[in-house]
């Protein structure tokens, strides 16, 4: 009977992320068409604006509310599963936790207390980092605001050669423990609904986002508390047989460079502000660049021009024709003309397969730089 409760709210779980993940796939590309304007006019204004101006502080704040936009973006696709991890890999999660220690402690109020109890070996995972991050995060956090008149917040990991609950195998243990109110059956039962929430200004995404993450990656989350007693969260993960993974290098920004050779890129996209943002940023790379608002514009643009573009920036989800569709007709005046697709899609979810040529994706929101450098490489 426990075994048919469990599969049955997994079920009802599951149900109401799909709900959630279809309105919040709706909403995603207008979303960030507007946060790739406000991320993109703000680092353009800030390399113009010389140090100790005045609207330097407006400017970085602007940037700073963009950015944590973005991320509660990113946490509401993650919890919808509509973002898929990206950088599986073996990791050990002594040193991911190690290295949160200050930025947690700085998360919790000053009379809360952060312990960490962290084994001298301990067995790799298969994760992703930026998740494992996020779920560690969310756990020490709703753990500090169980605890109104202070207290600790633990983290505990271990290897557990016997399995846990739902896995086959021996696991590793990563447990957030407190000290707080604890909650009774009826409040347990439905903290992993999105939206759910006991806080006044809580959101209810952040124990969604855990459970979508940990279920996503393999993994079960047990939870014990109950009322005066405080809150165990216990995460396990199947060990990885593989061994540990260097993080990969991060990326060189492009920056202002200027290309190695004359270059005209036409640029299509129907959202105004994002399309002049994409302008300014590749003049300023150097570029000749042209602009579009939808396929016949850039069709008309190509006749006019003799189809001497190198590159085409194409948004995928364009009115009456498919971005795919322009590129089509485009690579008929010109075969080898390069591509680079921009959506606030995911790749799979708006590019089945049919880019016809030499293409790229970028996801919005991205910087100019970020559209400098795919541009560069793919005229390379």
């Known amino acids: 009977m426990e075994t048919i409760k469990n599969g049955q709210e997994q079920l009802r779980h599951a149900q109401k992320l799909e709900t959630v993940g279809r309105l919040t796939s709706g909403i995603s590309h207008d979303f960030n068409n507007i946060l790739t304007a406000i991320l993109g006019s703000a680092r353009i204004l800030l390399e113009d604006l010389p140090r100790g101006h005045a609207c330097r502080e407006d400017a970085e704040e602007i940037r700073r509310a963009g950015e944590r936009a973005v991320e509660l973006t990113r946490k509401l696709l993650s919890f919808s599963r509509r973002e898929p991890a990206e950088a599986v890999r073996a990791v050990d999660l002594r040193l991911i936790c190690g290295d949160m220690r200050k930025m947690l402690q700085r998360l919790l109020p000053a009379d809360i207390e952060l312990d ?35 207290g600790r917040v633990s983290v505990v990991m271990a290897d557990e050669p016997q399995g846990a609950p739902g896995l086959n195998g021996a696991c590793v243990r990563l447990s957030v423990i407190d000290n ?42 047990v939870v014990e508390s109950s009322p005066g007693r405080g809150s165990s969260f216990h995460v396990y993960w199947p060990r990885s047989g593989e061994g540990i993974e260097p993080p990969p290098k991060a990326a060189v920004p492009a920056g202002q460079k200027s290309v190695s050779r004359p270059a005209k890129v036409l640029v299509v996209e129907d959202d105004a502000v994002v399309r002049r943002f994409a302008e300014r940023s590749l003049q300023r790379a150097g570029y000749e660049v042209l602009s579009a608002a939808d396929g016949s514009e850039a069709l008309r643009l190509s006749d006019a021009q003799d189809g001497r573009f190198d590159l085409v920036v194409m948004d995928v989800v364009l009115p009456h024709l498919r971005g795919t569709e322009v590129a089509v007709r485009l ?20 590019l089945p397969g049919e880019s016809g040529g030499p293409a790229e994706f970028l996801q919005k929101p991205f910087t100019g730089d970020d559209l400098a450098e795919k541009v560069r490489a793919l005229l390379a």
Request: proline share 5%.
């Open 116 to 150: 960490m109890v962290l084994p001298q070996v301990l067995s790799p995972v298969l994760v992703d980092q930026g998740q494992v991050e996020q779920v560690i995060l969310n756990l020490v956090v709703n753990a500090g605001d169980s605890m109104r008149k202070g």
């Open 180 to 221: 707080g109110e604890g909650m009774d059956e009826p409040t347990r039962a439905k903290i992993f609904d999105p939206f759910f929430t006991t806080k006044d200004a809580g959101t209810g995404i952040g124990l969604s986002t855990v459970w979508d993450i940990v279920s996503g990656s393999g993994g079960v989350v």
């Open 331 to 350: 690579r008929e005046r010109r075969p080898d003309m390069r591509v680079l697709y921009i959506s606030g899609y995911r790749a799979e979810e708006t």
